[in-house]
């Protein structure tokens, strides 16, 4: 069942919805916080109608904490030039919706981190408010009210801030792991398997621990929301690598009579690179190559392949140190650079990664190949200019 959302605010033209399963939940806290967490906090020195006005109060500058978490990531996404959708509260929090997905690994480290940063100044700006109620004026009955208030939202902060950080998808600290393994492979599907799979173990731990607490405790209500909570986290990890595994093999158009696999992944090497690949045999003659490849095809470079296969590269600046009169008995593989990991890229690499092998390719081209190994394209400082 999808629960209908329902507009609240538009703060810097972002607008933010809330669905229904949202308003039990503040119902619920104003609840706790007034009948349970307050008075037992200031010895019950208040009235009822006392201690939900300071619940309803708590409960407001709570959720006030978690918009201003939202509204970090999604200024610091348009920053990165980003669009923002809208920001979502529900249940569980609240969810930045973006129009896209960041294309550079440095790009999505900011935007995740953005928000517990924003948590933890939060978390801290109450602190100073603690400290400032504890410093000023005698022990009175509402001073023990803002205190309380101030403390609960500091400590509240603080874990909102480090509960996030956690490393494993859909939290900010798995979007940042991801961006981490991103960068260091240049394989942003790779990166985010790894970061889903920790997710899901973050997901398996929180609800055994909901587990453990039911039956050693007898705490019921927490085992029960660990649960939930685990569940959620799970659920949301699985749909996110899935997302990406449908990206990733998304068939593009066809090129000439053959069908390609797709891999048009925004922020990556298959959205840019040229192909199909013109490539030639490493047994091919030089004769045969220049009357018939290189006069239909004038490249710079040519990779060199069997059955798909990367063998090499061959650079027209190496043939034209062969002399021509060796044209006749020489093959490619004679003149051809070897292959080497800085001859090739992944097709699922990042533009950032790409560029860099760039800029240390022997040849100035590199060689696409798919996760098996199979050349599927060609790229250049030209695709990467596109």
């Known amino acids: 069942m999808r629960f209908r959302n329902f507009q609240i605010a538009r703060l810097f033209g972002i607008r933010v919805f809330a669905d229904y399963t949202w308003l039990p939940v503040v119902a619920l806290h104003i609840w706790l916080s007034s009948v349970f967490y307050l008075p037992r906090q200031t010895g019950f020195v208040f009235s009822t109608a006392g201690y939900y006005l300071f619940g309803t109060l708590m409960t407001a500058l709570l959720f006030a904490s978690i918009l201003a978490h939202e509204f970090a990531h999604a200024l610091m ?16 929090g609240g969810w930045t919706r973006l129009e896209d997905e960041p294309n550079r690994p440095l790009a999505e480290l900011r935007i995740a981190v953005a928000g517990p940063s924003m948590s933890f100044f939060v978390g801290l700006f109450f602190l100073a408010c603690l400290l400032l109620v504890e410093w000023i004026g005698p022990v009175n009955p509402l001073r023990l009210q803002f205190r309380e208030t101030c403390r609960y939202l500091f400590v509240g902060n603080i874990v909102l801030a480090m509960f996030n950080l956690l490393p494993g998808l859909p939290l900010d600290g798995g979007r940042a792991l991801r961006a981490w393994l991103w960068h260091r492979s240049g394989d942003v599907v790779k990166a985010t398997r790894t970061a889903k799979q920790m997710g899901v173990g973050i997901a398996y731990m929180l609800g055994s621990f909901g587990i453990f607490s039911a039956l050693w405790w007898g705490d ?12 959620f986290i799970g659920n949301v990890a699985e749909s996110d690598w ?40 490493p047994g091919c003659q030089i004769n045969d190559f220049i009357e018939q490849t290189l006069a239909k095809h004038p490249h710079a470079t040519f990779p060199v392949a069997v059955d798909g296969r990367l063998h090499g590269v061959l650079d027209l600046k190496q043939l034209r140190k062969l002399p021509r ?18 001859l090739f890229i992944s097709v699922q690499a990042s533009l950032a990664h790409a560029r860099h092998k760039l800029k240390v390719s022997p040849v100035g081209r590199l060689a696409v190949i798919d996760p098996k190994g199979r050349l599927v394209g060609y790229l250049s400082g030209s695709d990467l200019g596109r």
Not at 220 to 231: K, N, P, R
Not at 261 to 281: K, N
Request: charged share 25%.
């Open 242 to 281: 899935r997302h990406r595994q449908q990206e990733s093999s998304r068939v593009e158009e066809e090129a000439g009579s053959a069908e390609y696999p797709g891999w048009r992944v925004s922020g990556t090497v298959g959205a840019v690179m040229s192909r199909p690949a013109v490539s030639i045999s």
């Open 220 to 231: 019921y209500v927490t085992g029960t929301w660990l649960l939930i909570v685990g569940f």
């Open 325 to 342: 009169e060796e044209w006749e008995g020489s093959a490619v593989r004679d003149v051809m650079e070897p292959v080497s990991e800085a």
């Open 77 to 92: 996404a348009r920053v990165e030039g980003i669009g923002i959708r809208d920001i979502q509260l529900h249940i569980f």
